[in-house]
């Protein structure tokens, strides 16, 4: 599932009139929410295969990736070190719903990630956080 398609070119970053998200998720209904509530404030890309979203992030540049954690083949952590072999800066945010068996506090201390929203949070507080990873990564419209 990707919503931008296929076909359809990408600009480079810096040159992007919105902000381009990638969305790494096994769940096909979270990533249609997700695209749905994003749509209109950013360029979504989604994944629903680790492997697949290491790709896309190391073709596209996103300025920000959502990660899920726990994913059949390979978990949302081996996403996370996978990117940061190759690109430091991005700002990424875990979103998980197995808080019993992975803290945010834990992931924060062990990963660094810009963020850690649980799956039963509220889309306010992804819009919001969104919203702050953007301007942390001093994204500017292109002109």
Known sequence: MTSVPLNVEIPA??????????????????????RIA??????????????????????????L???DIRMPEHDGFWVYSEIRKFNTDVPIIFNS????????TDVQDVYKPFAYLPK???????L????????????????
């Open 97 to 104: 719903a197995y808080q019993d068996r992975v803290g945010g």
């Open 13 to 34: 970053k810096g040159k992007r009139k919105l902000p381009l998200v990638i969305l790494v998720d096994d769940d096909e209904t979270i990533l249609r929410s997700l």
């Open 65 to 67: 990736v959502l990660l």
């Open 120 to 126: 039963s949070g509220r889309l306010d507080d992804i």
């Open 128 to 143: 919001d956080t969104f919203a702050r990873a953007i301007v942390h990564s001093n994204w500017q419209p292109a002109m």
């Open 38 to 63: 994003l749509s209109g404030k950013y360029m979504v890309r989604t994944c629903n295969k680790p492997v697949r979203g290491v790709i896309e992030v190391r073709t596209y540049q996103p300025d």
